[in-house]
Protein backbone atom coordinates (compact mmCIF):
# COMPACT_ATOMS: atom_id res chain seq x y z
CA UNK A 1 0.00 0.00 0.00
CA UNK A 2 1.62 3.15 -1.32
CA UNK A 3 0.41 6.62 0.35
CA UNK A 4 1.23 10.02 -1.16
CA UNK A 5 1.77 12.77 0.97
CA UNK A 6 2.44 13.22 4.60
CA UNK A 7 0.18 16.34 5.47
CA UNK A 8 -2.85 15.79 7.59
CA UNK A 9 -4.12 13.69 5.24
CA UNK A 10 -1.92 11.20 4.51
CA UNK A 11 -0.31 10.99 7.85
CA UNK A 12 -3.35 9.79 9.79
CA UNK A 13 -4.18 7.27 6.77
CA UNK A 14 -0.51 6.18 7.95
CA UNK A 15 -0.93 5.92 11.18
CA UNK A 16 -4.43 4.32 10.62
CA UNK A 17 -3.05 1.86 8.53
CA UNK A 18 -0.53 0.91 10.31
CA UNK A 19 -2.51 0.21 13.00
CA UNK A 20 -5.33 -1.65 11.18
CA UNK A 21 -2.49 -3.95 8.92
CA UNK A 22 -0.44 -5.18 12.05
CA UNK A 23 2.46 -6.02 9.99
CA UNK A 24 0.15 -8.21 7.33
CA UNK A 25 1.16 -5.71 4.74
CA UNK A 26 3.93 -3.32 3.58
CA UNK A 27 2.86 0.54 3.74
CA UNK A 28 4.85 3.18 2.11
CA UNK A 29 4.68 6.64 2.41
CA UNK A 30 6.84 8.98 -0.29
CA UNK A 31 7.17 12.65 0.84
CA UNK A 32 9.41 15.51 -0.42
CA UNK A 33 10.41 15.69 3.25
CA UNK A 34 10.84 13.67 6.68
CA UNK A 35 8.52 15.12 8.68
CA UNK A 36 4.69 15.81 8.62
CA UNK A 37 4.45 19.33 9.58
CA UNK A 38 1.84 20.66 11.80
CA UNK A 39 0.76 23.90 9.71
CA UNK A 40 -1.68 25.88 12.52
CA UNK A 41 1.54 27.13 14.07
CA UNK A 42 3.83 28.57 11.75
CA UNK A 43 2.60 32.13 12.17
CA UNK A 44 4.27 31.20 16.07
CA UNK A 45 7.63 29.98 14.29
CA UNK A 46 7.97 33.21 11.98
CA UNK A 47 6.93 35.28 15.41
CA UNK A 48 9.45 33.56 17.35
CA UNK A 49 7.07 32.10 19.98
CA UNK A 50 7.92 28.43 18.65
CA UNK A 51 10.67 27.00 17.54
CA UNK A 52 10.68 25.23 13.62
CA UNK A 53 11.43 21.59 15.28
CA UNK A 54 8.65 21.87 17.59
CA UNK A 55 5.94 21.40 14.86
CA UNK A 56 8.35 19.15 12.72
CA UNK A 57 6.98 16.05 13.56
CA UNK A 58 9.66 12.91 12.54
CA UNK A 59 7.66 10.12 10.13
CA UNK A 60 10.33 7.63 10.84
CA UNK A 61 9.83 8.46 15.07
CA UNK A 62 6.11 8.15 14.83
CA UNK A 63 4.62 5.95 12.25
CA UNK A 64 5.49 2.16 13.44
CA UNK A 65 5.48 0.14 10.65
CA UNK A 66 5.64 2.46 7.97
CA UNK A 67 8.16 2.34 5.40
CA UNK A 68 9.23 6.08 4.76
CA UNK A 69 10.39 7.09 1.11
CA UNK A 70 11.53 10.39 0.59
CA UNK A 71 11.09 11.70 -2.88
CA UNK A 72 8.51 14.37 -4.97
CA UNK A 73 6.34 11.99 -6.96
CA UNK A 74 6.34 13.07 -10.41
CA UNK A 75 4.09 10.18 -12.22
CA UNK A 76 1.84 7.31 -11.73
CA UNK A 77 1.46 4.37 -14.22
CA UNK A 78 -2.57 3.71 -13.22
CA UNK A 79 -2.63 0.95 -15.87
CA UNK A 80 0.51 -1.09 -14.24
CA UNK A 81 0.48 0.57 -10.78
CA UNK A 82 3.53 2.05 -9.72
CA UNK A 83 4.41 5.51 -8.93
CA UNK A 84 7.86 7.38 -10.26
CA UNK A 85 9.73 9.79 -8.04
CA UNK A 86 12.58 11.74 -7.79
CA UNK A 87 14.47 11.57 -5.03
CA UNK A 88 16.09 14.46 -2.95
CA UNK A 89 19.89 14.61 -4.94
CA UNK A 90 18.01 14.08 -8.63
CA UNK A 91 17.76 10.48 -8.85
CA UNK A 92 14.60 8.97 -10.62
CA UNK A 93 13.08 5.71 -9.28
CA UNK A 94 9.39 4.05 -8.94
CA UNK A 95 7.38 1.94 -6.35
CA UNK A 96 5.01 -0.51 -7.18
CA UNK A 97 1.34 -1.10 -5.31
CA UNK A 98 -1.72 -2.92 -4.76
CA UNK A 99 -3.24 -0.08 -2.80
CA UNK A 100 -3.18 3.78 -3.79
CA UNK A 101 -3.83 6.70 -1.38
CA UNK A 102 -3.35 10.26 -3.15
CA UNK A 103 -2.65 12.13 -0.71
CA UNK A 104 -0.53 15.29 -1.97
CA UNK A 105 -2.50 18.51 -0.46
CA UNK A 106 -2.36 22.06 -1.74
CA UNK A 107 0.46 24.52 -3.13
CA UNK A 108 -0.17 28.47 -2.72
CA UNK A 109 -3.01 29.92 -4.84
CA UNK A 110 -1.95 32.65 -7.53
CA UNK A 111 -3.55 35.27 -8.92
CA UNK A 112 -3.05 37.18 -12.34
CA UNK A 113 -1.73 40.45 -10.14
CA UNK A 114 1.20 41.93 -12.19
CA UNK A 115 4.47 41.68 -9.80
CA UNK A 116 3.26 39.18 -7.18
CA UNK A 117 5.51 36.60 -8.51
CA UNK A 118 8.54 38.50 -8.52
CA UNK A 119 7.77 40.56 -5.13
CA UNK A 120 5.87 38.46 -2.57
CA UNK A 121 6.10 35.19 -0.23
CA UNK A 122 3.78 33.20 0.35
CA UNK A 123 3.35 31.25 4.01
CA UNK A 124 2.94 27.33 3.03
CA UNK A 125 5.86 25.43 4.84
CA UNK A 126 8.80 25.92 7.09
CA UNK A 127 11.30 27.60 4.37
CA UNK A 128 8.65 30.39 4.30
CA UNK A 129 8.22 31.00 8.42
CA UNK A 130 11.71 31.39 8.73
CA UNK A 131 12.30 33.46 6.26
CA UNK A 132 9.41 35.81 7.22
CA UNK A 133 10.95 35.58 10.72
CA UNK A 134 14.68 36.72 8.87
CA UNK A 135 13.07 39.50 7.01
CA UNK A 136 10.85 40.87 9.50
CA UNK A 137 13.25 41.30 11.94
CA UNK A 138 16.46 42.53 8.81
CA UNK A 139 13.57 45.24 7.49
CA UNK A 140 13.16 46.52 11.40
CA UNK A 141 17.27 46.65 11.88
CA UNK A 142 17.31 48.70 8.72
CA UNK A 143 14.53 50.92 9.18
CA UNK A 144 16.26 52.08 12.23
CA UNK A 145 19.80 52.48 10.56
CA UNK A 146 17.86 54.46 7.67
CA UNK A 147 18.61 58.31 7.95
CA UNK A 148 15.43 58.83 5.26
CA UNK A 149 12.22 58.93 6.84
CA UNK A 150 10.64 57.90 3.50
CA UNK A 151 12.57 54.51 3.48
CA UNK A 152 12.39 54.44 7.17
CA UNK A 153 8.20 54.30 7.15
CA UNK A 154 8.81 51.77 4.11
CA UNK A 155 11.22 48.70 5.94
CA UNK A 156 8.77 49.32 8.80
CA UNK A 157 5.34 48.50 6.74
CA UNK A 158 4.13 45.12 6.32
CA UNK A 159 1.11 44.31 3.95
CA UNK A 160 -0.19 40.86 4.61
CA UNK A 161 -2.86 39.74 1.49
CA UNK A 162 -5.67 37.35 2.71
CA UNK A 163 -8.00 37.70 5.51
CA UNK A 164 -8.44 33.98 6.23
CA UNK A 165 -7.10 32.08 8.76
CA UNK A 166 -3.24 32.04 7.76
CA UNK A 167 -3.36 35.92 7.00
CA UNK A 168 -5.52 36.75 9.82
CA UNK A 169 -2.58 35.19 12.16
CA UNK A 170 0.01 36.15 10.74
CA UNK A 171 -0.72 39.54 10.94
CA UNK A 172 -1.64 39.57 14.80
CA UNK A 173 1.07 37.85 15.61
CA UNK A 174 3.24 39.79 13.64
CA UNK A 175 2.11 43.58 15.01
CA UNK A 176 2.83 41.68 17.86
CA UNK A 177 6.34 40.61 17.32
CA UNK A 178 7.06 44.04 15.38
CA UNK A 179 6.30 46.15 18.65
CA UNK A 180 7.85 43.38 20.62
CA UNK A 181 11.20 44.26 18.84
CA UNK A 182 10.77 48.02 18.81
CA UNK A 183 10.03 47.82 22.74
CA UNK A 184 13.30 45.56 23.06
CA UNK A 185 15.10 48.73 21.57
CA UNK A 186 15.68 51.63 24.27
CA UNK A 187 16.61 54.59 21.47
CA UNK A 188 14.10 52.93 18.80
CA UNK A 189 11.31 55.60 18.07
CA UNK A 190 9.73 53.43 14.96
CA UNK A 191 5.89 52.84 14.78
CA UNK A 192 5.75 49.55 12.84
CA UNK A 193 3.08 49.24 10.74
CA UNK A 194 1.18 46.06 9.63
CA UNK A 195 -1.83 46.28 6.85
CA UNK A 196 -4.48 43.50 6.21
CA UNK A 197 -6.20 43.57 2.89
CA UNK A 198 -8.83 40.82 1.58
CA UNK A 199 -11.27 41.64 -1.17
CA UNK A 200 -14.07 39.75 1.26
CA UNK A 201 -16.31 42.23 3.37
CA UNK A 202 -14.66 40.90 6.41
CA UNK A 203 -11.96 39.25 8.43
CA UNK A 204 -12.58 35.39 8.35
CA UNK A 205 -15.04 35.36 6.24
CA UNK A 206 -15.36 31.38 6.07
CA UNK A 207 -16.37 31.65 10.03
CA UNK A 208 -19.27 32.41 12.17
CA UNK A 209 -19.98 36.56 12.35
CA UNK A 210 -18.96 36.56 16.10
CA UNK A 211 -15.37 34.72 15.57
CA UNK A 212 -14.73 37.59 12.61
CA UNK A 213 -15.56 40.91 14.98
CA UNK A 214 -13.30 39.41 17.76
CA UNK A 215 -10.16 39.05 15.58
CA UNK A 216 -10.80 42.19 13.96
CA UNK A 217 -11.56 44.04 17.11
CA UNK A 218 -8.27 42.23 18.56
CA UNK A 219 -6.81 43.64 15.04
CA UNK A 220 -8.28 47.20 15.60
CA UNK A 221 -6.76 47.37 19.20
CA UNK A 222 -3.24 46.40 17.81
CA UNK A 223 -3.08 48.77 15.54
CA UNK A 224 -3.11 46.69 12.51
CA UNK A 225 -4.09 48.58 9.62
CA UNK A 226 -7.44 46.41 8.15
CA UNK A 227 -8.80 46.99 4.64
CA UNK A 228 -11.72 44.85 3.46
CA UNK A 229 -12.95 45.08 -0.10
CA UNK A 230 -8.75 46.24 -1.32
CA UNK A 231 -6.31 44.49 -2.50
CA UNK A 232 -3.29 44.69 -4.53
CA UNK A 233 -3.37 45.63 -7.85
CA UNK A 234 0.37 45.94 -9.04
CA UNK A 235 3.44 45.18 -6.80
CA UNK A 236 7.10 46.24 -7.62
CA UNK A 237 10.30 47.15 -5.47
CA UNK A 238 9.10 50.27 -4.31
CA UNK A 239 5.63 48.81 -3.09
CA UNK A 240 1.78 47.84 -3.91
CA UNK A 241 -0.39 50.02 -5.63
CA UNK A 242 -3.82 48.84 -4.00
CA UNK A 243 -7.23 48.26 -5.98
CA UNK A 244 -8.43 51.60 -4.82
CA UNK A 245 -5.24 53.58 -6.42
CA UNK A 246 -3.80 54.43 -3.29
CA UNK A 247 0.11 53.17 -3.25
CA UNK A 248 1.66 52.29 -0.14
CA UNK A 249 5.56 52.35 0.06
CA UNK A 250 6.54 49.02 1.60
CA UNK A 251 9.54 46.05 1.31
CA UNK A 252 7.29 43.24 2.70
CA UNK A 253 4.36 42.03 0.96
CA UNK A 254 3.58 38.44 2.57
CA UNK A 255 0.81 36.37 0.48
CA UNK A 256 -2.13 34.33 2.51
CA UNK A 257 -5.21 34.61 -0.88
CA UNK A 258 -5.75 30.79 -0.13
CA UNK A 259 -4.50 27.24 -1.18
CA UNK A 260 -5.22 24.99 -4.88
CA UNK A 261 -4.90 21.46 -5.64
CA UNK A 262 -1.38 20.49 -6.28
CA UNK A 263 -0.86 20.60 -9.71
CA UNK A 264 0.60 17.10 -9.96
CA UNK A 265 -3.20 16.29 -9.65
CA UNK A 266 -3.73 17.40 -12.95
CA UNK A 267 -1.15 15.00 -14.46
CA UNK A 268 -3.21 12.31 -13.67
CA UNK A 269 -5.94 12.10 -16.80
CA UNK A 270 -8.11 11.03 -14.18
CA UNK A 271 -11.71 13.10 -13.89
CA UNK A 272 -11.44 17.06 -11.86
CA UNK A 273 -13.39 19.43 -10.34
CA UNK A 274 -11.59 23.06 -9.64
CA UNK A 275 -8.71 21.24 -9.86
CA UNK A 276 -9.35 18.12 -7.52
CA UNK A 277 -9.49 14.53 -7.95
CA UNK A 278 -13.02 13.34 -8.60
CA UNK A 279 -13.64 10.55 -5.83
CA UNK A 280 -17.13 9.19 -4.53
CA UNK A 281 -18.08 9.04 -0.83
CA UNK A 282 -15.70 6.33 -0.42
CA UNK A 283 -12.81 8.58 -0.97
CA UNK A 284 -12.36 5.91 -3.84
CA UNK A 285 -11.29 7.09 -7.41
CA UNK A 286 -13.90 6.28 -10.04
CA UNK A 287 -12.74 3.25 -11.85
CA UNK A 288 -9.80 2.49 -9.90
CA UNK A 289 -10.95 0.45 -7.53
CA UNK A 290 -7.86 0.04 -5.98
CA UNK A 291 -6.61 4.07 -5.98
CA UNK A 292 -8.19 6.42 -3.62
CA UNK A 293 -8.01 10.19 -2.91
CA UNK A 294 -8.25 12.67 0.20
CA UNK A 295 -7.47 15.84 1.69
CA UNK A 296 -7.24 18.61 -0.25
CA UNK A 297 -6.02 17.19 -3.44
CA UNK A 298 -9.41 15.35 -3.84
CA UNK A 299 -12.80 16.55 -4.46
CA UNK A 300 -14.84 14.66 -1.78
CA UNK A 301 -18.66 14.70 -2.01
CA UNK A 302 -20.13 16.55 1.42
CA UNK A 303 -23.06 14.40 2.22
CA UNK A 304 -23.44 17.55 4.58
CA UNK A 305 -24.46 19.57 2.14
CA UNK A 306 -25.96 17.91 -1.00
CA UNK A 307 -24.08 18.77 -4.57
CA UNK A 308 -21.26 20.49 -3.08
CA UNK A 309 -17.18 18.97 -1.95
CA UNK A 310 -16.09 19.06 1.54
CA UNK A 311 -13.89 22.65 1.91
CA UNK A 312 -10.00 22.00 1.61
CA UNK A 313 -9.47 22.16 5.70
CA UNK A 314 -7.42 20.31 7.87
CA UNK A 315 -10.65 19.22 10.02
CA UNK A 316 -11.76 17.37 6.45
CA UNK A 317 -8.01 15.90 5.53
CA UNK A 318 -7.47 14.59 9.18
CA UNK A 319 -10.79 12.47 9.06
CA UNK A 320 -10.49 11.70 5.34
CA UNK A 321 -7.26 10.68 6.08
CA UNK A 322 -8.23 8.21 9.35
CA UNK A 323 -11.50 6.80 6.86
CA UNK A 324 -9.60 5.92 3.77
CA UNK A 325 -7.40 3.48 5.96
CA UNK A 326 -10.68 1.72 6.79
CA UNK A 327 -11.75 1.98 3.39
CA UNK A 328 -8.29 0.43 2.07
CA UNK A 329 -8.52 -2.58 4.87
CA UNK A 330 -11.99 -3.20 3.87
CA UNK A 331 -10.88 -3.39 0.22
CA UNK A 332 -8.58 -6.86 1.52
CA UNK A 333 -11.90 -7.47 3.75
CA UNK A 334 -11.47 -5.91 6.80
CA UNK A 335 -14.25 -4.22 8.00
CA UNK A 336 -16.76 -2.26 6.13
CA UNK A 337 -16.18 0.57 4.14
CA UNK A 338 -17.83 3.57 4.97
CA UNK A 339 -18.92 7.07 3.21
CA UNK A 340 -17.43 10.62 4.62
CA UNK A 341 -19.90 11.98 6.30
CA UNK A 342 -18.55 14.99 9.28
CA UNK A 343 -19.55 16.44 11.69
CA UNK A 344 -18.24 20.65 12.33
CA UNK A 345 -17.08 20.48 15.61
CA UNK A 346 -15.96 23.42 15.35
CA UNK A 347 -13.02 26.05 14.86
CA UNK A 348 -10.01 28.37 16.29
CA UNK A 349 -7.80 30.71 15.35
CA UNK A 350 -4.77 32.00 17.39
CA UNK A 351 -4.49 35.65 17.37
CA UNK A 352 -1.10 36.17 19.66
CA UNK A 353 -0.74 37.08 23.12
CA UNK A 354 -3.49 36.49 25.28
CA UNK A 355 -5.86 36.56 22.47
CA UNK A 356 -7.82 33.90 20.45
CA UNK A 357 -11.47 33.04 18.62
CA UNK A 358 -13.11 29.99 19.05
CA UNK A 359 -16.56 28.55 18.51
CA UNK A 360 -16.17 24.61 20.04
CA UNK A 361 -19.17 22.80 19.63
CA UNK A 362 -20.98 25.91 18.28
CA UNK A 363 -19.84 28.03 21.39
CA UNK A 364 -18.60 31.48 20.56
CA UNK A 365 -15.40 32.26 23.04
CA UNK A 366 -13.10 34.76 23.03
CA UNK A 367 -9.77 36.34 25.35
CA UNK A 368 -8.14 34.09 27.50
CA UNK A 369 -10.77 31.14 27.62
CA UNK A 370 -10.46 30.96 23.58
CA UNK A 371 -6.75 30.77 24.33
CA UNK A 372 -6.92 27.91 26.58
CA UNK A 373 -9.21 26.44 24.01
CA UNK A 374 -6.51 26.89 20.93
CA UNK A 375 -3.70 25.84 22.94
CA UNK A 376 -5.55 22.62 23.70
CA UNK A 377 -6.74 21.76 20.32
CA UNK A 378 -3.08 22.29 18.89
CA UNK A 379 -1.65 20.06 21.60
CA UNK A 380 -4.05 17.41 21.50
CA UNK A 381 -3.63 17.40 17.83
CA UNK A 382 -0.17 17.14 17.61
CA UNK A 383 1.79 14.38 17.12
CA UNK A 384 4.83 14.81 18.84
CA UNK A 385 6.70 17.42 20.53
CA UNK A 386 3.73 18.34 22.66
CA UNK A 387 5.58 19.04 25.64
CA UNK A 388 8.45 20.81 24.15
CA UNK A 389 5.70 23.38 22.30
CA UNK A 390 4.06 23.57 25.79
CA UNK A 391 7.23 24.84 27.09
CA UNK A 392 8.12 27.77 24.37
CA UNK A 393 4.90 28.80 25.14
CA UNK A 394 5.78 28.99 29.01
CA UNK A 395 8.94 30.84 28.23
CA UNK A 396 7.51 33.40 25.56
CA UNK A 397 4.86 34.23 28.08
CA UNK A 398 7.82 34.60 31.41
CA UNK A 399 10.74 35.71 29.71
CA UNK A 400 11.17 38.12 26.92
CA UNK A 401 11.82 36.86 23.29
CA UNK A 402 15.43 36.90 21.19
CA UNK A 403 15.16 38.23 17.57
CA UNK A 404 17.75 37.35 15.67
CA UNK A 405 18.85 37.11 11.87
CA UNK A 406 19.79 33.66 11.58
CA UNK A 407 20.22 34.29 7.44
CA UNK A 408 19.54 30.43 7.35
CA UNK A 409 16.42 30.68 4.11
CA UNK A 410 17.21 33.25 1.30
CA UNK A 411 14.82 35.23 -0.44
CA UNK A 412 15.56 33.13 -3.51
CA UNK A 413 14.77 29.92 -2.17
CA UNK A 414 11.18 30.45 -1.33
CA UNK A 415 9.43 32.08 -4.57
CA UNK A 416 5.75 32.25 -4.39
CA UNK A 417 5.20 29.82 -7.16
CA UNK A 418 6.70 26.63 -5.76
CA UNK A 419 5.62 27.03 -2.04
CA UNK A 420 5.71 23.97 0.16
CA UNK A 421 2.73 21.45 -1.08
CA UNK A 422 1.22 20.95 2.50
CA UNK A 423 -2.42 20.82 3.67
CA UNK A 424 -3.92 23.66 4.94
CA UNK A 425 -4.54 23.57 8.90
CA UNK A 426 -7.17 25.26 11.35
CA UNK A 427 -10.43 23.78 11.30
CA UNK A 428 -10.62 22.48 15.16
Given at each position: ???????????????????????????????????????P?L????????????????????????????????????????????????????????????????????????????????????????Y????????????????????Q??R??????????T????AA????????????????R??????????????L?????????????????????????????V????????????F?????????????????????????????????????????????????????????????????????????????????????????????????????????????????L??????L????????????????????????????????????????????S???????????????
Amino acid sequence: MVIVGAGFAGYHAAKTLSRLAKDQAEIVLLNTTDYFLYLPLLPEVAAGVVEATRISVPLAGTLDGVRLVVGEADHVDLQNRWVGFTQPEGDRNRIAYDRLVLAVGSVNKLLPIPGVTEYAHGFRGLPEALYVHDHVVRQIELAEQATDPAEQRARSTFVVVGAGYTGTEVAAHGQLFTDRLVGQRSRSRLRPRWMLLDVAPRVLPELDRRMSDTAHQVLDRRGVDVRMGTSVAVANADGVKLTDGEFIPTCSLIWCVGVRPDPFVAQLGLRTEKGRLVTDEYLNVPGFPEVFACGDAAAVPDLAQPGQVCAMTAQHAQRQGKLVAHNVAASYGQGTRRPYKHHDLGWVVDLGGRDAAANPLKLSLAGLPAKVVTRGYHLLNLPGNRARVGTDWLLDATLPRPAVQLGLVPAHSVPLESSSPEVPAHAG
